[in-house]
C-alpha cells in the first residue's frame, strides 16, 4: 500500500512539472512575437513572394540581352506519281543576338530594377503595418492581464470592506443600506474579474492570428514598460519622411516610370539583330552543310498609333505616381507630428495620473483607519474605495495608452518589426 502512495506521489510530481514546463512555454515575450511573426504572418509571406516575383521579372527581361540559341530537326518523306518517294532530314542551330533597339531593352531593365527596389521597400511597409498591429495586440493582451491583477486585488478589498461593514452592521454602528451597498461593490468586482479573464482569451487568440500561428495557446504575455521621453524634434520629421519605406516606394516606383517612358520614346526607333546559323541535310544518302551570317533590321512604318497611346500611357502613370509621391510625403510628415504630439501628451498625462494614483492610495489608507473608528460615514468611505478602485483602472488605461501611441509613432517612422 505504501509502495503504491510513492508510485502516486512521483507520477504527481511529474504531471507538475511537465505542466510548469508547458505553461512556462506559452508565456510570450515581445522577442517570442516577432520571431514567430517573421516567419509565419500571411501578410509578409505575401510581401516576401512579391519580392521574389519582381526579381524573377528582372532576369526574365535581362536575358533578352543574351545570345538566344535555338535548334530544330526535321524528317519528311515526299514523293510523286512516277517516284516512289525519298526521305529528307535537315538539323540546324541558329542564334540571334540584339545589337540596337534604341535602348529599349536598356530602360525596360532598370526600369525593372526599381521595380524591385519598390518590392522590397513594400515589405518593409507591410512589417511596419504587421508590427503595430502585433505590438497593439500585445499591448492590449498585457494591459487585459494588469486589469485582471487590479480586479482582484479589488475583489479581495471589497470583501474585506464587506466584512468590516458586516461587523459594524451586527454592532448596531451600521444600517443595512451600507451592508446591500458594500455587496453590490463586491458583486461588481467579482463580474469585472469574470470579464477580465474572457477579454484575455480573446486577446491571446487575437495575437497569435496576427503572429500567423493560430495553433499555438498563449498563457500570457511579458514585458517591462519602461517609460521615457521621447527625444525626436520637429526639425528631425523631414528627415524621417524621406527614411519612410512608403515614400522611399514610391521614389522607385516613380524612377521605374521615367525609364518606361524612355522605353515607349525608344520603341519608335528601329531594331538590328545579328544572325547566324549552322545546318545539315540528309537526301537520298548524300549530305550537305550549310552556313549563315548576317544582319536584320525592321522599323515600323505604321502601327495604328500603338507606339504613341503606350507613350502617352506611360507619361500619365509618371504623373500619376508624382502626385502619389506628393500627397505621401504630405501625408506622412502630419502622421508623423500627429502621433509626435499623441505621444508627449500621453506621457504628460500619465505622469499627473500617477500623482492622482498616489495621492488616492494614501487618502484611501487615511480613510480606511477613520472608518474603522467611526471618523469617517460609509457614504464617504466608499466613495473614496470607488475613486481608488477608478484610479487604478485610468493609470492602467494611460500607461497602456503611451506605449500604443509609441507604437504609432514607430508605424509613423515605417519602423521595422524589431525596432524599440
Excluded at 544582319?295 to 502617352?312: M, R
Excluded at 493609470?395 to 501611441?405: C, F, G, Q, S, T
Aim: proline fraction near 1%; charge should be positive.
Amino acid at each position: 500500500m505504501m509502495k503504491m502512495s510513492m508510485r502516486q506521489l512521483m507520477l504527481i510530481i511529474c504531471l507538475l512539472f511537465l505542466t510548469l514546463g508547458i505553461n512556462a512555454a506559452q508565456v510570450f515575450s515581445w522577442p517570442d512575437c516577432i520571431e514567430l511573426a517573421e516567419k509565419h504572418n500571411p501578410d509578409l509571406v505575401l510581401a516576401q513572394e512579391k519580392i521574389v516575383q519582381a526579381q524573377e521579372n528582372f532576369k526574365i527581361l535581362d536575358s533578352t540581352k543574351a545570345f538566344q540559341v535555338s535548334s530544330s530537326v526535321t524528317a519528311r518523306r515526299a514523293g510523286s506519281s512516277t517516284n516512289s518517294g525519298a526521305d529528307n532530314y535537315s538539323v540546324s542551330v541558329s542564334g540571334q543576338k540584339l545589337i540596337y533597339d534604341g535602348l529599349k531593352t536598356q530602360y525596360n531593365l532598370e526600369a525593372s530594377a526599381k521595380r524591385y527596389k519598390a518590392s522590397q521597400l513594400s515589405y518593409r511597409s507591410t512589417e511596419a503595418v504587421v508590427r503595430f498591429r502585433l505590438r497593439t495586440a500585445f499591448i492590449n493582451l498585457w494591459k487585459e492581464q494588469k486589469l485582471r491583477e487590479i480586479a482582484k486585488e479589488i475583489s479581495e478589498r471589497r470583501q474585506k470592506n464587506l466584512e468590516l461593514v458586516e461587523l459594524r452592521y451586527k454592532a448596531g454602528r451600521e444600517h443595512k443600506g451600507a451592508v446591500l451597498t458594500a455587496q453590490a461593490n463586491l458583486a461588481r468586482a467579482e463580474y469585472e474579474v469574470v470579464v477580465a479573464r474572457r477579454n484575455l482569451w480573446l486577446l491571446q487568440k487575437k495575437l497569435a492570428d496576427i503572429m500567423g500561428k493560430d495553433d499555438i495557446v498563449i498563457t500570457m504575455v511579458k514585458e517591462n514598460f519602461e517609460i521615457r521621453k521621447i527625444k525626436e524634434e520637429k526639425g528631425n520629421f523631414k528627415e524621417l519622411v524621406n527614411r519612410n519605406a512608403d515614400v522611399q516606394e514610391l521614389v522607385f516606383k516613380r524612377e521605374a516610370a521615367e525609364q518606361d517612358v524612355k522605353a515607349a520614346e525608344a520603341n519608335y526607333g528601329p531594331r538590328i539583330n545579328a544572325n547566324t546559323s549552322l545546318g545539315r541535310s540528309y537526301a537520298d544518302a548524300s549530305a550537305s552543310n550549310s552556313w549563315s551570317v548576317g544582319l536584320s533590321g525592321s522599323l515600323s512604318l505604321y502601327d495604328g498609333d500603338s507606339k504613341k497611346a503606350s507613350l502617352d500611357k506611360t507619361k500619365s502613370v509618371l504623373n500619376q505616381v508624382l502626385i502619389e509621391e506628393k500627397k505621401a510625403k504630405e501625408s506622412v510628415f502630419y502622421t508623423l507630428m500627429e502621433t509626435w504630439v499623441k505621444l508627449n501628451n500621453r506621457l504628460d498625462q500619465l505622469e499627473v495620473q500617477g500623482k492622482y494614483l498616489r495621492a488616492t492610495k494614501e487618502r484611501a489608507k487615511i480613510a480606511d483607519a477613520q472608518y474603522s473608528t467611526g471618523l469617517l460615514t460609509f457614504d464617504n468611505w466608499t466613495i473614496i474605495e470607488d475613486d481608488l478602485a477608478q484610479a487604478k483602472k485610468v493609470y492602467l488605461e494611460v500607461k497602456a495608452n503611451v506605449w500604443l501611441a509609441k507604437a504609432a509613432f514607430i508605424q509613423a517612422k515605417g519602423g521595422i518589426l524589431d525596432e524599440g
